[in-house]
């Protein structure tokens, strides 16, 4: 484990063209700290008081600097003996979250999401033949497996639809463009989190999966044999028919709570006139 205990050699703030908080220069300052000396998760950031020399700054604005650091995942302070500031490693599962968080609000619809998935989820197929591996084969093979059948109730029922997203995050892992894979990745569990698509996974309406199963199983098939073009058609397709049936599924839901509304309104008024 490496710890710096000096930041010295780094170059000087740049002046922004726009004013900005104390906090923010600081927090970039560490953050190039970071990337130019290699720290890894467990590495020690210098002291608090060698920060506050180091950007003539006050105690209370070094801290705040920390804690927005710590907020982004990128550190924890421990606190006692042996404490101080620590390189962490942000996981895939928080980064989705925080920008989930950003996202919470913007009315976002299943069409918004297919949008994307139509673009990359072909690019992170093709990219993905060079490096997957029959270890990959077979573990798309057992999730295929899982809703090759119609499920026995509502609890299978919602295993299945979500290992049908899960079947997409395998073959992006094989992918070697990480920004690619990961915003595949956080589209998969949009779907699976969006609440539209949860009311819609679990109404128990029959799922036709025979054709999204064969470009799943074609998919494979020309993934084995280096065939990116095909590889890229066969998915392509195989997203606009994803897309056209969650757009269905969601109509029928709609229509479905449209319909209940009316009758309830219905008997509403039948009971004021008795």
Known sequence: ??????IADLPDLAAPAAKRKRTD???DAIKRMIVEHGLEPGDRLP????LMAQFEAGKSTVREALKGLEVQGLIRVRTGPG???????????????LLSN???AKDLSIANIYAMRKVLEPLVAAD?????DETGFQRLGEIIAIYDHEPADAQERWHQRMAELDF????????????????????QRLLKDLTVCQDIYQQPEPVLRSSGIQHQRDL?????????QAVQAIMTEHMQEAEQHMLDLQARLEDRFLEETRHGATRSRKAVAR
Not at 1 to 6: A, E, K, R
Not at 220 to 228: C, E, L, P, S, T
Request: charge should be neutral; proline fraction near 2%; include cysteine.
């Open 220 to 228: 494979i098939a020309a993934m084995r044999r280096k065939d990116k």
């Open 102 to 104: 950003f996202l919470f």
């Open 47 to 50: 002291q608090e008081r060698e």
């Open 83 to 97: 404490g101080g500031a620590f390189i962490e490693r942000m996981s895939e599962g928080r980064a989705m979250s």
């Open 1 to 6: 484990m490496t710890s710096i205990n000096t």
């Open 168 to 187: 997409h995050g395998v073959v992006a892992e094989y992918s070697s463009n990480p920004a690619l894979a990961f915003t595949c990745r956080f589209l």
């Open 25 to 27: 220069e600081i927090v």
């Open 128 to 132: 993905a033949v060079e490096l997957i």
